[in-house]
């Protein structure tokens, strides 16, 4: 299969422009980012660490980290544990519409999710009886608090959580849980005995997943948890570079050291699990809903509506009403309706701005990551390239990693002019999309490599010995095969970069904001329904993308989307 | 230990019949085979035994106790029912002792009982040896063993088995249905066997019941199914048998009858004593009734088949082109241009 890698000079152009591509924006910011940390210029890492970590603020901020995300990934746990279950065993009706459900809150970003529910439990909100009840009705609202971060996390990752489990149980074959009703064993039984058992390393590695998203969020501790005074790591880093500026890159530089290890310490757990979890591939038929719930149907249906409902409609349905009142506080009356926070966040040049940067950043970055990953996952997939197999999981870093992180490493790495052009990046648009580069390419190259798994090798074979160059290869041979994932993965690094606030909240400047940032700094303003305006037409396009993605499901392999069984 | 009985029972999965209207009896303690090429309706018509599916249609006892019916339907953990699964189902997270004791610790039995009934288990399956073992430290043969004791300790009053050698290379299989055989004399419980071997169904089998497109086409012994097909289907099927068309000469008795087949005159068995001469029939033929001889049926060699003690040979009759038959040989086929002419030494009018 290597027989022609010497022979053919376009093998090396594209190793060498892939390579430059991960160097330049993957490994060069981050790689700088840790030599100034850990070798700084002036003074010496240990005593500078010993300082930082010395700091009361810091060590709550590491404190409230590991407890926001600890408890919310247990949580999420629970969530997806009892979806992926009620989903895959039983006979529960309208499956489709209730996974739906459950991915809204991971299909629209931290922000929104953060905001609309703000909007939901606010003073003035639908559920204003419900807390009076419970007598949660102060002066601020209730999710300004540890509790609200908690909450908005543990939802807004149940639903990887739910993906992951899901697969899981997929791994266990029929006939194991026939095996057991047959030896006696009642749905119940079956459940503790076997399933839950054979559930363990892809429990624990959901947990992981859940805690490496949360320590990472932004969206959700910053808008709920700063007003609350409860600082993760990612909201300090983010308030210590806002008010000081790159004057303290070096002390934010050892606050994402931290944040690093503990992204590494859920990663490596979720690597070991799943390297010791390959023994269980069996056969013996696929899962197909083995438990009736019987009497019990109705009601497990009604909770589950009625849950789903709650975490991911209602604060959406807050979220339009507030969008149409013309301001906070007023009653939602036929009279008071308005379009003018809509026409503000159309016309507003602030917004019109953003959505036209946003726009831009997502389609130039999916073009550009889908230019690239056709080749890179070409080599790495179809010619086993060692080089390009190595280059593929560094890409996966900036992606796996906290935002916040690769925010810092981009400013460390691009905030003095380019050499030869003398040209700073920094507080241009192009900061922001050199970190999207960044971030991005692992999650587009995803649905490519997928797909290029499923491509019969002795087809590419074939192409060699008639003695196509690998260009011609990938063009006539390849890419019609794949041609369909990766549009599916241009489209979800566009929905990605579109709705995306954690990198560019630290990388922003004026005329070069993101949406994402709009919507943030117009609620931290005060200007909740100018935010929730442009937050209900971004869950539109949001919205939008993934009907169009899931209408075109069949046409792809399965694993393309993540959220397909 | 109990009698099964099968009435009128259907299952149709979304708008596709995978069985239709399937009668069957079996007495307790018989050893059955579900018989049939993939897609038929066994597994399906076993896992309604098993109580994993309902029916659509019929009744299904197990003794004298309703297990299924449209309206009513008993769950596979309330059967007492064994099953041994193609791929061994074993529980990969418990030692083969675990496995096997598994059943009965969930029903609370008492230690010692648990103890004494796995290790006899154990023991008839000869696996005493690895009871600490994971399943993935066992070879295929072993873990149907286990698969084997799973069952046993539980005293089923039926065992039903998918397909349990399909996973095994050849020489296992041999050695694995010796072990059936002495595992059906020893439990004296009623066995419903699936599998689309027939070599495996004919070595096990009280009686067979051979199955196509989701119906019972035959349902007999084993000699019977051979020998007394009902039905052009199951005489091709079994035995991978021809069916020849011929034309009655004479009829001689109530179980004989003379039949002309392409030009030549044969003595055939039957049970049809309605049979007149000038009737038009098909014969069910197996390829050892055939003998290449001076006289008969006149065929020229289309092909000859090297199988290790013998040769396959397929001939094409002279006079119809359109009718082959094939022969079973010690010597080697003659040339391909060469006349060869064909007795029948034996066959069934369907
Ligand atoms: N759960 C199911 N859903 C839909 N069709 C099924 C299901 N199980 C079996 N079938 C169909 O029923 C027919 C019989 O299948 P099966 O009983 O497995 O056959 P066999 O075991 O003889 O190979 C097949 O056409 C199969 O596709
Ligand atoms: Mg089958």
Redo the contacts with the bound molecule.
């Keep these: 299969m290597m027989r022609s890698k010497t022979r053919d000079p376009k093998v090396l152009l594209i190793l060498f422009a892939v390579s430059l591509y991960i160097l330049l924006f993957c490994i060069y910011p981050i790689g700088k980012l840790l030599v100034q940390t850990i070798l700084p210029p002036t003074g010496d890492f240990a005593s500078l660490f010993m300082h930082v970590v010395g700091e009361k603020t810091v060590q709550k901020a590491i404190y409230h980290t590991l407890d926001a995300s600890l408890i919310s990934a247990f949580f999420s746990l629970i969530i997806g544990a009892i979806f992926a279950f009620l989903i895959t065993l039983t006979d529960i009706r309208n499956k489709t519409i209730l996974v739906f459900l459950l991915l809204i809150p991971m299909l629209i970003p931290a922000q929104i999710t953060a905001v609309s529910w703000l909007e939901l439990v606010s003073p003035s909100g639908p559920l204003v009886n419900v807390l009076n009840y419970f007598n949660l009705q102060g002066a601020s609202n209730p999710l300004y608090s540890r509790e609200g971060v908690i909450l908005l996390l543990s939802i807004e990752h149940a639903a990887m959580v739910f993906l992951a489990l899901r697969a899981g149980v997929y791994t266990i074959p029929a006939n194991v849980i026939e095996a057991a009703r047959s030896s006696g064993a009642t749905p119940t039984g079956t459940l503790f005995y076997i399933i839950l058992p054979l559930m363990t390393p892809f429990l624990i590695a959901g947990l992981a997943l859940a805690f490496v998203a949360s320590i990472g969020n932004f969206g959700i501790p910053a808008l709920l948890g700063i007003p609350g005074r409860y600082l993760v790591l990612s909201t300090l880093i983010y308030q210590r570079l806002s008010s000081f500026g790159p004057s303290v890159l070096e002390s934010v530089g050892i606050l994402s050291i931290i944040l690093i290890l503990m992204a590494i310490f859920g990663l490596l757990v979720q690597y070991i699990v799943n390297k010791s979890n390959k023994t269980q591939m069996v056969e013996g038929g696929k899962i197909?809903t083995p438990f009736k719930l019987g009497r019990y149907r109705l009601a497990v249906e009604v909770a589950s509506w009625s849950f789903l409902l709650f975490v991911s409609i209602l604060p959406l349905i807050a979220l339009i009403k507030t969008s149409l009142v013309p301001a906070l506080g007023m009653d939602f009356s036929l009279e008071n309706l308005t379009a003018d926070n809509f026409i503000f966040a159309i016309k507003n040049d602030v917004s019109s701005r953003a959505f036209v940067n946003s726009t831009f950043l997502g389609i130039v970055t999916a073009l550009i990551v889908a230019l690239f990953s056709v080749p890179f996952a070409y080599m790495s997939v179809i010619r086993k390239n060692k080089i390009a197999n190595f280059l593929s999981m560094v890409a996966d870093a900036p992606f796996a990693l906290p935002g916040i992180v690769l925010s810092i490493a981009s400013i460390i790495a691009f905030i003095r002019p380019l050499p030869l052009v003398h040209f700073s990046l920094y507080n241009t648009i192009w900061i922001i999309f050199v970190a999207y580069l960044a971030r991005f390419l692992a999650f587009g190259m995803k649905p490519v490599i997928a797909s290029m798994m499923q491509i019969d090798k002795s087809l590419e074979e074939a192409a060699q010995t008639v003695g196509k160059d690998s260009f011609a290869r990938i063009r006539y041979i390849i890419l019609p095969q794949i041609l369909p994932s990766v549009m599916a993965g241009a489209v979800l690094v566009f929905m990605g970069a579109f709705n995306e606030l954690t990198v560019s909240s630290l990388l922003w400047s004026v005329d070069n904001e993101t949406l994402g940032v709009v919507i943030y700094n117009l609620y931290d303003e005060g200007n909740a329904t100018g935010a929730a305006a442009i937050s209900i037409l971004t869950v539109i396009v949001t919205l939008l993308i993934v009907s169009i993605l899931s209408f075109f499901s069949r046409k792809l392999p399965k694993g393309t989307l993540p959220w397909q069984a | 230990m109990a009698s099964i009985k099968i009435n009128s029972v259907s299952k149709i999965?979304?708008n596709?019949a995978?069985l239709k209207d399937i009668n069957l009896e079996f007495i307790d303690g018989e050893f059955i085979s579900l018989l049939?090429?993939?897609?038929?309706?066994?597994?399906?018509?076993l896992r309604i035994l098993a109580g994993f599916e309902e029916v659509s249609d019929g009744e299904v006892f197990i003794g004298k106790e309703l297990v299924s019916s449209k309206s009513f339907h008993v769950l596979p953990e309330k059967r007492n029912i064994g099953m041994v699964f193609q791929a061994y189902a074993l529980w990969p997270h418990m030692s083969v002792w675990e496995n096997v004791a598994f059943g009965l610790k969930i029903q609370k039995n008492d230690k010692k009982l648990i103890k004494k009934k796995v290790e006899e288990a154990l023991e008839v399956v000869g696996l005493m040896e690895y009871q600490k073992r994971k399943p993935s430290e066992l070879s295929g043969g072993q873990k149907q063993r286990v698969a084997l004791a799973r069952c046993m300790a539980m005293e089923p009053s039926l065992i039903l088995f998918d397909e349990p050698l399909a996973n095994l290379d050849l020489n296992l299989r041999e050695s694995m249905l010796e072990e059936f055989k002495n595992f059906h004399k020893r439990l004296k419980c009623t066995m419903i066997y699936?599998t689309?071997d027939q070599g495996e169904a004919m070595a096990l089998s009280d009686r067979i019941a051979v199955?196509g497109n989701?119906t019972v086409m035959q349902l007999g012994t084993p000699q019977e199914i051979y020998h007394k097909p009902v039905s052009e289907e199951v005489a091709k099927f079994v035995g991978r048998g021809m069916v020849v068309d011929g034309v009655v000469t004479k009829n001689i008795t109530d179980q004989q009858a003379e039949v002309m087949i392409l030009g030549e005159n044969f003595i055939f068995r039957q049970h049809k004593t309605y049979l007149n001469t000038g009737d038009s029939v098909k014969v069910s033929i197996k390829s050892e009734d055939l003998r290449i001889s001076s006289k008969g049926i006149a065929t020229k060699v289309i092909s000859g088949i090297y199988q290790g003690n013998s040769w396959s040979i397929l001939l094409e009759s002279i006079n119809d082109q359109t009718t082959m038959l094939k022969v079973n040989s010690f010597d080697a086929p003659p040339k391909e241009t060469e006349v060869v002419y064909i007795e029948i030494k034996d066959g069934w009018i369907i």
């Design positions: 197909n | 999965f979304d596709v995978a049939g090429p993939s897609g038929c309706g066994k597994t399906t018509l699936v689309h199955m989701g």
